[in-house]
């Protein structure tokens, strides 16, 4: 009995370590991020975020790496890492677009603009 509970309290932290990861990383959560990942690139975050893009990316192989070393814990907090990512990348290039889009509008209503007065002037008589 004496030397029972020595064991016990020395294997104590190595079953609570195991406790502690978690139940495995479910595939469609894999499946949300690389849909994530694709969203963000198919709104042109390779060309205006690609930084986010590339972290989503190195973030998803971290998880599945993670993910077939047992590694549950680190593979979840990895996937929400991508899905975070993937997320700013397809927002900032959202974003970008639609910046570009405002100036050329601004442009062309600028246009107009000068279009117009020019009529004002020669309808005047």
Request: glycine letters at 4%; a positive charge; one cysteine or more.
């Amino acid at each position: 009995m004496r030397r029972t509970i020595p064991l016990l309290l020395a294997f104590l932290p190595l079953a609570a370590g195991c406790a502690s990861s978690g139940p495995p990383l479910p595939p469609a959560q894999i499946t949300d991020t690389e849909a994530s990942i694709r969203s963000a690139e198919n709104a042109g975050a390779a060309g205006s975020a690609a930084d986010l893009l590339d972290r989503a990316k190195k973030a998803l192989a971290a998880a599945r790496q993670a993910s077939s070393k047992g590694e549950n814990d680190e593979s979840r907090r990895q996937i929400e890492e991508a899905k975070a990512y993937a997320s700013a990348a397809e927002a900032k290039a959202v974003a970008e677009k639609l910046k570009k889009q405002a100036a050329d509008l601004r442009q062309q209503a600028d246009e107009l603009e000068s279009k117009a007065k020019q009529l004002q002037e020669r309808a005047r008589p």
